[in-house]
């Protein structure tokens, strides 16, 4: 033991003590700064996405309840661009848009996007209207029988509420969005870390009926593959959980 | 002689530990925002604040639990332990702004109780026995933060004097070492939840890293005192033990010896030896590294005072340790195992020969 003996109800402490504090607390602070920046740098980077939270935007245009909530609006030069709904929170397609499948509706929404994979949140139940009640058909594209394996994602997150929005510390989240009813979606990426979603319905137009509790593991989904204009979809027939890549 | 014996109010030491605190919790939390904010721009602010509050957090958590060992393997480590419960309420506060965000952020607007969903998101995955196989990579981590984020708060609230009085410093003390299964939570908090999400070696590297070094230095910390602590052997007829000799026992020093089963404290004073309990009354302070402080024995922990003769505290302060009886042949130290009466006022044996004053620091 050193010579020099701390009171701690002393107003000052001796001063062979105090240096050797000094450097102590400096060493500290180094160690301190090297773990942080350590930390910081080895973060993968989340992938870009934007939530309008708090922006509302009116859309109108055609609303599909099944196999997976979309607004289908048609610009002037007859392109379509598809937004999956979802409701606040962690939910689904919320109460008072349904049954509404095929009708031309307006409302104000939040927009989610990933790059051209859009979404919108209806969190404004007033502003909801049908515009007209003739329902229009569409008819399903016929896909291309195909595997694909990656993690199951709630496509909400992923498309930009939260970044990032997959992995093992975001799955307790992803379990909920699922359970509440939004989409899921499966994450593929490739080796240079691009990724797309393809989202996932069950057949003959029907929801995908799942287990939830799958959500953020590895899952290998086989059925018929399709692209609705800026959406890939994918008409499950079977979904197995796999372990990782 | 002044009565140096005061209630423990802020001080200039005290201020100065806390703003080094602030500095360095401040501090690494904006090197780590600004960091993050180049390598992952596109991160929400949620993510930031959860990732934010955890390094800080855990980090503060390695300091807490390596200035024990520090302390006692170097007794200059000392005043960082004085206002340890400083560092303990601080990381308290960053893990609950750490949990409650991520509860709401993850759980909360569901169709679910946030505080459900916790625990049952994923559920089925508590069995680490699946279809024959044994998986443990995507067991729940959340119970473990959960669990921690207790252990802290138990902790935090628990760690004023008031409880101190009310629980006695052996239980308080005892109740304490919860920190240890809080910091083995958040091993595994860890080690399930983000290790199992970023892919690059550095965060296992750390927290392996802050594993060892805090085992390593309980471990030195233990040897070096069961070294230093060699249990005497010598008896005599009368009870009396050998605890070894005056040699290097400075004026206005003590040290710890083992007699019997118990630790004492044995201290000079004016060139007489006494000894006393090595359990401080406060936090149970290894009195026998503690000095001779404007003539009291002084514990080296947070500096409260006794009479070497008597094991009373200075008026107005009651606190009392029990002494023993001593007795010197030569420079043999003997010290009986049996305390004496609380009170009892002894006069220690002269140390022969001596003369007086050697010590350095003490303020006698
Ligand atoms: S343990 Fe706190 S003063 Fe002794």
Known sequence: MSDAFYLGYDDSMPPSLARFLGRVVFGLAFVAVVVVVAVAASQSPAEPGDYGFGVETPFEGVLMEEPIPLLQVGSGAGSITNYVLVGSGKFGLPAFALGHGGKRVHFNGSLIHKGDQQMIELNDEKSFSVVSDQREQRTGVLGMETSLSGELVDTKCYFGVMRPGAGKVHRGCAARCLHGGVPPGLLLRDTAGRSVVVLLSGTDGKKLDFDTEWAARWVKATGRLSVRENLPILEVERLELTEGP | ?364
Not at chain 2, 32 to 46: I, N, R
Not at chain 2, 58 to 83: E, K, M, Q, S, T
Not at chain 2, 293 to 318: A, I, R
């Open chain 2, 1 to 364: 002689m002044s009565n140096h014996y005061r209630a423990i109010d802020w001080n200039r030491q005290k201020r100065r530990y806390d703003l080094v605190l602030a500095a360095i919790v401040l501090g690494g939390a904006a090197v780590f925002l600004g960091v993050s904010a180049w390598v992952s721009p596109e991160s929400t602010a949620e993510t930031l604040i959860l990732r934010t509050t955890s390094i800080t957090s855990f980090f503060l958590l390695h300091v807490v639990l390596a200035i024990g060992p520090l302390a006692r393997l170097d007794g200059r480590f000392l005043p960082l332990l004085y206002n340890r419960r400083h560092l303990g309420v601080t990381l308290f506060l960053l893990a609950l702004v750490h949990g409650f965000l991520a509860v709401f952020q993850f759980h909360a607007l569901g169709d679910e109780n946030p505080l459900v969903s916790l625990f049952t998101a994923y559920g089925r995955d508590y069995a680490v026995l699946q279809n024959g196989r044994f998986q443990i990579a995507h067991f729940p981590f959340e119970p473990f933060g959960v669990f921690a984020l207790v252990c802290l708060f138990l902790l935090a609230a628990l760690s004023h004097d008031f409880w101190l009085r009310q629980l006695g410093s052996g239980l308080w003390k005892s109740f304490h070492l919860l920190v240890y299964p809080a910091y083995l939570a958040l091993v595994a908090h860890v080690a399930l939840g983000i290790l199992q999400t970023e892919r690059s070696p550095v965060l296992p590297l750390l927290l392996g890293l802050g594993f060892v070094t805090i085992a390593s230095l309980h471990l030195l910390a233990a040897g070096q005192e069961s070294k230093r602590l060699r249990a005497s052997k010598l008896l005599a007829s009368d009870g009396f033990i050998e605890v070894g000799t005056t040699d290097g026992l400075v004026e206005g020093r003590a040290r710890v010896v083992i007699v019997g089963s118990k630790r004492l404290a044995l201290v000079r004073h004016l060139d007489r030896i006494y000894a006393t309990s090595n359990r401080c009354r406060h936090q149970g302070g290894p009195l026998g590294e503690g000095q001779i402080v404007y003539g009291c024995l002084t514990c080296p922990w947070h500096g409260w005072n006794y009479q070497p003769n008597d094991g009373c505290s200075p008026p107005p302060f009651e606190e009392i340790i029990p002494t023993y009886r001593v007795r010197l042949e030569g420079t043999k130290i003997w010290v009986h195992p049996v305390a004496l009466p609380l009170r009892t006022s002894t006069e220690g044996p002269l140390v022969p020969g001596a003369n007086l004053s050697t010590g350095t620091t003490s303020k006698l």
